[in-house]
């Protein structure tokens, strides 16, 4: 499938989309968005492909937030639907997804850029990166889950004093605070995460599926029994056969 604003390249096992609109510094419209969602959609049903990474072409920006143009004169009603169909059509998706997302976030990563990395299940940042939810500057509040997700990652105490300031927060402290994993110079922040993505490539696809939808329900109700229920299922599986005759034979799995 053809895509006009973000590159797809499936490198053996890893799949990478890169959102392509530099002139924008890579903000998300309504296009972009559903252009995402049809890419993971395709490598969702991808069997040779085991793990995504997301970034953003260029070296300044990762995804510098929504195109304020395109909603600028909505009313309620229309900017709710924009908000439920941000959420279903892209960052639910993500975040559900029976594969590993790694975000690379390459420079400038606010309002729904940043909301974008935090529904993915891994972050990486260059050194320059900056990330923040400025939407309060704009009498708004983060519509694409900003407020759902950074309490679960950073705190409620830090997620309510970014939301209220709308202060950016360099990559450093953002590996401080939790809201990235690691951060690399900008020049080796897409190998580097290759290397992680590499790494989990190798491991079950099955159970990474089952790992990503019980850690999802990790606040809630359902946590612990879905854990259960999921660690009994595997037993059934081939790849659990294969894990450990692997480590029983003393070789590595082939899964």
């Known amino acids: 499938m053809g895509y006009e604003n973000i590159l797809l390249n499936k490198e053996d096992k890893i799949s990478i989309i890169t959102i392509n609109r530099p002139e924008s510094l890579n903000a998300l419209n309504a296009k972009t968005i559903s252009e995402l969602s049809s890419a993971l959609d395709e490598l ?3 069997q040779s492909c085991r793990v995504i990474i997301l970034t953003g072409s260029g070296e300044k920006s990762f995804v510098a937030g929504a195109d304020i143009k395109e909603f600028s004169d909505f009313g309620q ?6 908000a439920k169909n941000g959420h279903n059509t892209l960052f639910n998706k993500i975040e559900n997804m029976t594969k590993p ?11 729904g850029g940043l909301e974008l990395a935090m529904a ?5 940042a260059s050194e320059n990166a900056k990330l923040g939810l400025p939407e309060v500057t704009l009498g708004l509040i983060p519509g694409y889950g900003g407020t759902q997700r950074l309490p679960k990652l950073v705190g409620k ?9 709308a202060k950016m927060i360099p990559a450093a402290k953002a590996k401080e605070i939790g809201l990235v994993n690691e951060v690399y110079p900008i020049e080796e922040l897409l190998n580097k995460t290759k290397e992680l993505a590499n790494v ?8 990474i599926s089952k790992a990503i939808q019980s850690v999802n329900l990790s606040d809630t109700d359902k946590g612990f029994e879905t854990e259960i229920k999921y ?5 059934e599986m081939d ?3 294969e894990g450990v005759s692997a480590f029983l034979e003393k070789r590595k799995p082939d899964f």
Do not use: Q
């Open 120 to 124: 993915c299940h891994i972050r990486y």
């Open 101 to 111: 997302v790694i975000a690379a976030v390459n420079g400038f990563a606010l309002g």
């Open 239 to 241: 790849d659990k056969k």
């Open 200 to 207: 989990i490539a190798h491991n079950s696809p099955m159970a």
């Open 157 to 165: 105490g830090i997620a309510n004093e970014m939301i209220f300031s």
């Open 44 to 46: 969702d049903s991808d």
């Open 77 to 82: 009603e229309k900017a709710e639907e924009l």
């Open 231 to 235: 660690f009994g299922e595997l037993f």
